[in-house]
């Protein structure tokens, strides 16, 4: 016979929890579906991000655009982050994002004009900095109430597929 260990009412809701092993692996398995949804649901977030910033990134050769992609990292079994961005090699994606020298975003640009040569007009050109071109800021601002949506129903849909047997019930 299963042990009753507690009882919590929120919000009109009952819930007992038993201390037996069907319990704990009901438990178990609730707890890892979650964590399923949330990836999964993460994951088509992130997507949408990636391509909302493919859009709005200003394009050149197109390397920057086809660069911005997407990493999971799972740190337990209910949190999952995704980093989206270009490839590490391409460093100018963060120079248009945040700006350089006197326009630099966070202020810590350099505050003097300086010099490069630039291979694609064969010469050399003087500078105080680039304008921000923020296009990851944006895209993820644009699609936050969709990757709300995403992952609300993502969970929604494993956990209503997820049945449990209630003790006592018919």
């Excluded at 890892?32 to 949408?48: E, S």
């Excluded at 391509?51 to 999971?72: C, F, H, M, W």
């Excluded at 709300?148 to 956990?159: F, R, S, T, V």
Aim: aromatic fraction near 8%; glycine fraction near 10%; charged fraction near 20%.
């Amino acid at each position: 016979m299963a042990m009753r260990t507690s009882t919590t009412t929120k919000n009109g809701v009952t819930i007992e929890l038993f201390n037996d092993k069907e319990t704990r692996q009901i438990l178990i398995e609730a707890e890892k579906m979650v964590g399923k949804a949330m990836a999964k649901a993460v994951a088509v977030g992130a997507t949408t991000v990636v391509n909302a910033a493919r859009k709005r990134v200003p394009v050149d050769t197109g390397q920057l655009a086809r660069s911005i992609t997407y990493e999971l990292q799972q740190q337990g079994p209910k949190q999952v982050t995704a980093i989206v961005g270009p490839t590490k090699d391409l460093l100018y994606g963060m120079y248009l994002e945040y700006g350089t020298g006197i326009y630099a975003v966070s202020g810590m640009g350099r505050k003097t004009a300086w010099s490069y040569f630039y291979k694609k007009i064969n010469r050399w050109v003087t500078t105080v900095g680039m304008k921000p071109k923020p296009y990851l800021f944006p895209a993820l601002q644009s699609s936050i109430k969709r990757i709300q949506a995403l992952i609300a129903g993502a969970i929604k849909e494993d956990i209503d597929g997820f049945t449990v047997g209630i003790k006592g019930s018919k």
